[in-house]
């Protein structure tokens, strides 16, 4: 029991604070109210102790005249016998019928039994330090306290006791504040639902002016959320002249304008897209020609003099090199279209790492590298496409030559139940903070200074994330100067399937325990 009221207090409590969170009303009205209720509390308490103070102050006037009268009476009353009980009497009968007052006469000279009370008072009703009190008072000066007024076979009730003194006699009044008291709980009850129903209307007040403002703002916001989802024709309506017609209006004229903006660069790149690709198609049929040409003179290059031939090596290399270009460009170009399509298949990863490595490894021998691999026993089979990821392994391997730096290269393949991965180490000169993102960017170098000594057309690692993102997956980049550099390919197993990880690491295994050495050595020094 206790465990499902703690749960629905703790749930009401979240609900509750998302609300505040999430509505500036809330927060407004319930700001209102708290204020609100704090204020007329002050107020209430100020007002009931001014009243309280008033009543009181008017009571004990009141009482102050009574008192000196009835001292006037005993001070003429004939100083004979029987004194205490005769002005006891009298003053009684002024009280009237309906008991305005007791009387409590004391002769100080009686030690025993000196006082005389009138009606049923209990002579108990005088507090001592009242009657103490009056006994070190000066002549003449009156004294009072709030006490009780105790009647036989009655129930006590406040009083206002008030006493003065004339000689050897005290005289006490006890004035019932039965019907002051009820004047205060009426005022108070009066001051309590004034109170609330202030505050219920000054919160419902914040209510109704929050809301001419907050729905205005949450239709901006709304409509904000659906231009941002690229409902560009999205607008608001405006009424009125007002600051919030205004906000409206701009609104409008912003949307206006970014729609405006975004058709002409969607209308420029469509145009550059349009461009790039007549181009490359353009160029394709007089390259052809000069590539057959240029295969005619590369094959009797030897029937050349020495320099003619080296020229005719050189215009091979390069022709060779502008067919790779055009190539990615006319990838590039459907990739930006949207036209780029997945032939996804069922393969066996390991197999397109060994063909890949095949087409490299001449290259990676005369540049000095090694490729060591890292295959699994068991088979990684993923619906792939074979071409483009044949064209991402290729060109990650090519670019770990052309800055491994003559050292090791390690091609690692990791599968598991959802994923496969693939990651290509060098250990050249490596990547500085901030060009793993620039690295696949279109024509990026790490070094402009540098120019590539195996070809390339500065698209490859481009295309090579487009290839992957069309797979669903992931190309990334990690280095560190000095140390080198990896990059990680991550594909689902199933195509369209979504990729939650990848079986490898982005950052080599030897890196991170030379990290946690390191650290381990700092804490010990």
Avoid at 81 to 99: I, T
Avoid at 310 to 315: K, P, Q, V, Y
Avoid at 332 to 354: C, F, K, N, P, Y
Avoid at 492 to 519: C, D, F, K, M, Y
Wanted: charged share 25%; glycine share 8%; with cysteine.
């Amino acid at each position: 029991m206790k465990t499902t009221l703690r749960r629905l207090v703790a749930g009401l409590w979240r609900r509750s604070y998302v609300r505040w969170r999430s509505s500036i009303q809330v927060r407004v009205v319930t700001s209102t109210l708290l204020i609100s209720t704090i204020v007329a509390v002050v107020l209430g308490v100020f007002l009931m102790q001014q009243i309280t103070t008033a009543l009181l102050d008017g009571k004990a006037e009141a009482a102050s005249q009574q008192l000196n009268e009835g001292l006037g009476i005993l001070k003429r009353t004939p100083g004979d016998g029987g004194v205490a009980e005769k002005v006891a009497k009298e003053l009684a009968a002024r009280s009237g019928p309906s008991g305005l007052y007791e009387v409590y006469l004391r002769d100080t000279r009686e030690k025993t039994n000196g006082g005389v009370p009138t009606n049923d008072l209990d002579p108990s009703s005088i507090p001592r330090r009242l009657g103490k009190a009056l006994q070190d008072a000066p002549p003449g000066e009156k004294v009072w306290t709030i006490g009780e007024l105790g009647r036989q076979y009655h129930d006590p009730e406040p009083a206002l006791i008030v006493g003065g003194k004339d000689g050897p006699y005290e005289l006490y009044y006890l004035f019932p504040l039965d019907q002051e008291q009820k004047t205060i709980s009426i005022v108070q009850r009066t001051l309590v639902g004034v109170g609330v129903a202030l505050a219920l209307l000054l919160a419902a007040i914040a209510s109704v002016v929050t809301r001419q403002i907050v729905i205005p703002v949450r239709l901006a916001a709304q409509s904000a959320e659906r231009l941002a989802a690229g409902r560009l024709e999205e607008r608001m309506k405006v009424r009125g002249e007002d600051d919030l017609a205004k906000l409206g209006r701009s609104f409008n004229d912003m949307a206006e304008t970014l729609q405006e903006k975004i058709y002409e660069l969607e209308t420029l790149s469509q145009v550059q897209r349009q461009f790039v690709s007549d181009v490359s198609h353009e160029l394709r049929t007089p390259l052809t020609t000069m590539k057959i040409a240029a295969d005619m003179l590369y094959e009797h290059r030897e029937d050349f003099q020495a320099g003619v031939s080296r020229s005719t090596e050189l215009l091979q290399s390069q022709m060779e090199r502008f067919e790779s270009l055009l190539s990615d460009l006319l990838e590039i170009s459907r990739h930006d279209a949207g036209a780029a399509t997945l032939d996804a298949e069922s393969l066996d990863v390991r197999e397109l790492v060994l063909n890949a490595v095949g087409d490299v490894e001449d290259v990676a021998e005369r540049r000095g590298s090694k490729i060591v691999l890292k295959l699994p026993g068991e088979a990684c089979m993923a619906e792939v496409d074979r071409r483009r990821v044949a064209r991402i392994l290729r060109n990650l391997l090519f670019n770990a030559v052309e800055h491994g730096e003559g050292g090791d290269i390690v091609v690692t393949v990791a599968a598991d139940r959802d994923a496969v991965a693939l990651a290509v180490r060098d250990h050249g000169t490596g990547l500085r903070p901030g060009d793993a993102q620039q690295v696949f960017d279109r024509f990026w170098r790490a070094d402009p200074s540098r120019a590539r000594t195996i070809g390339g057309t500065g698209l490859g690692l481009s295309i090579s994330r487009e290839d992957a993102q069309l797979h669903g997956g992931w190309l990334q980049a990690w280095g560190e100067p000095g140390v080198g550099s990896q990059f990680r390919l991550s594909l689902p197993r199933v195509a369209g399937s979504e990729l939650r990880g990848s079986p490898l690491p982005l950052v080599p295994a030897e890196v991170e325990l030379n990290r946690t050495a390191i650290t381990d050595l700092e804490v010990a020094e």
